[in-house]
């Protein structure tokens, strides 16, 4: 059962925020409309970068494409299972999915949740992420926001998701409470190697070395996932390779001999790190 996300706060004065009809709101006033689609923009102007930061629309719509049809549905079951691990056995717990996307892996964490009680919250910076995640999904509270700056209260969460995000461990560390999971997806040597062989010239070596621990956590486990993933047809290879940063970052002619692709078998190689938090405070605000 997926329950009401309540740790919310102001992103101008970090004050707890509250549902007022259709809008959240804090002590002194400052107001944030829910959109139609369900969200919440709590991402003030004068944080952004650009004027449209994050993902596109047409990736997004490639990422929809693509997870809707189930291609990593391994890693996100495994994930699933994980976070339940580390959930306390009885009453209920908050999860964020930090960075989410539009969704998939939250989604399925509340299908794979069907007896527990879980308040679950996603925030992107991309607006047309947290928009279409909203669309596929009304039970979770979808944020346009900042892992730099979480608008949520200290000590509150009992994990937190970043998959093939930007970790801001301070952050993180400030928002769980103690004992609480930071659970981490990045892709690993061997990820998508097929692909990046075909349109690179060459690949770069790959770093080594054990995961590093951050202030205000300590080590749970940190291992990897590995399958193959075969794709048929053009369309979703685009769709992969428009949802990586891949596509921007090779040539022209790597992009031509991609889109030349009907067919490609690929393997997917994630490494998950477990983090807990540990008993330390951190100062509200945080974003180091």
């Known amino acids: 059962m997926i329950l009401p996300f309540q740790n ?5 004065d970090a004050a707890p925020l509250r549902r007022d009809g259709a809008a959240w709101r804090c002590p002194a006033g400052h107001g944030f409309d829910v959109a139609r689609e369900g969200y919440v923009n709590l991402l003030p102007v004068q944080n952004k970068r650009s004027r449209d930061p994050g993902d596109s629309k047409e990736m997004v719509a490639a990422r929809r494409r693509f997870l809707n049809a189930g291609h990593y549905q391994p890693l996100a079951d495994e994930v699933s299972r994980r976070v339940l691990a580390g959930l306390p056995p009885r009453g209920e717990a908050s ?9 998939y892996y939250l989604r399925r964490l509340g299908a794979s949740a069907v007896a527990r009680h879980l308040a679950l919250a996603g925030v992107d910076i991309s607006k047309w992420a947290v928009q279409a995640a909203a669309r596929q999904q009304r039970e979770a509270t979808w944020l346009v926001g900042s892992n730099a700056r979480l608008p949520v209260a200290d000590a509150t969460l009992d994990c937190v998701l970043c998959m093939f995000g930007f970790p801001v461990y301070a952050e993180f560390a400030r928002v769980l409470k103690p004992g609480g999971l930071l659970l ?4 690993g040597p061997d990820h998508l190697r097929q692909l990046r062989e075909i349109i690179y010239p060459a690949l770069k070596p790959e770093r080594k070395g054990e995961p590093r621990v951050p202030a205000g956590f300590g080590m749970g486990a940190h291992d990897s996932l590995r399958f193959t993933l075969e794709l048929e047809g053009a369309e979703a290879i ?13 040539t022209p002619d790597g992009r031509a001999r991609a889109a030349a692709l009907t067919a490609l078998s690929l393997t997917v190689d994630a490494r998950l790190l477990v983090l807990v938090r540990d008993g330390r405070s951190v100062a509200s605000g945080s974003a180091g």
């Not at 685009?238 to 891949?246: F, I, N, Q, R, V």
Request: charged residues 15%; aromatic residues 4%.
């Open 8 to 12: 919310l706060t102001c992103p101008l």
């Open 95 to 103: 999860c964020l999915d930090a960075g989410c996307g539009e969704g």
């Open 184 to 187: 981490q997806v990045d892709a």
């Open 238 to 250: 685009a769709d992969l390779l428009l949802m990586t940063p891949h596509l921007f970052r090779t």
